[in-house]
């Protein structure tokens, strides 16, 4: 497990784009599970659809791509490098994520080549799928 702090020193992302919360588990450049605590506090709510709250699928997507650089990230090899998305595959949002909501998201490895991979990502609220897909980077 990792908390807040640990993320901080392997992701240079900071408030309020620091999307993972902590880390549940990671087997470093294979697979990780990580939370988001959906709060009703978050910046962005006050804009996106203020009378009917609804997390944004793009912070959705971010806070799984999140997730993917620490996997990454965590290995010695990658210290101090930054993971960039270079694509998104067959990525669906299924469910609304708002206020109150735990978004438990899992990155599994896919392929990687060099400095380039291929992770699947899901998202999911209550144990019910909120969003997946594909996600390619690079590590530079």
Same mark, same amino acid.
């Given at each position: 497990m990792m908390d807040i702090e640990a993320i901080r020193e392997i992701l240079p992302h900071r408030y309020p784009f620091l999307l993972v919360d902590r880390i549940l588990s990671i087997d470093p450049g294979k697979t990780a599970t990580g939370i988001k605590n959906v709060?009703?506090?978050?910046?962005?709510?006050?804009?996106?659809?203020?009378?009917r709250r609804v997390m944004p699928g793009v912070l959705i997507v971010e806070a799984m791509a999140q997730l993917a650089g620490v996997l990454f990230?965590?290995?010695?090899?990658?210290?101090?490098?930054?993971?960039?998305?270079?694509?998104?595959?067959?990525?669906r949002f299924r469910k609304p994520v708002v206020p109150g909501d735990r978004l438990e998201m899992t990155v599994t490895t896919l392929k990687?080549?060099?400095?380039?991979? &291929? !992770? #699947?990502?899901?998202? &999911? !609220? #209550?144990g019910e799928e909120a969003a997946g897909g594909e996600f390619m980077f690079t590590i530079l």
């Open positions: 709060t009703a506090n978050e910046e962005f709510f006050n804009g996106h659809f203020p009378q990230l965590s290995q010695p090899q990658h210290k101090g490098k930054l993971p960039y998305f270079v694509g998104i595959d067959r990525l990687v080549r060099g400095n380039t991979g &291929k !992770v #699947d990502a899901v998202a &999911k !609220v #209550d």
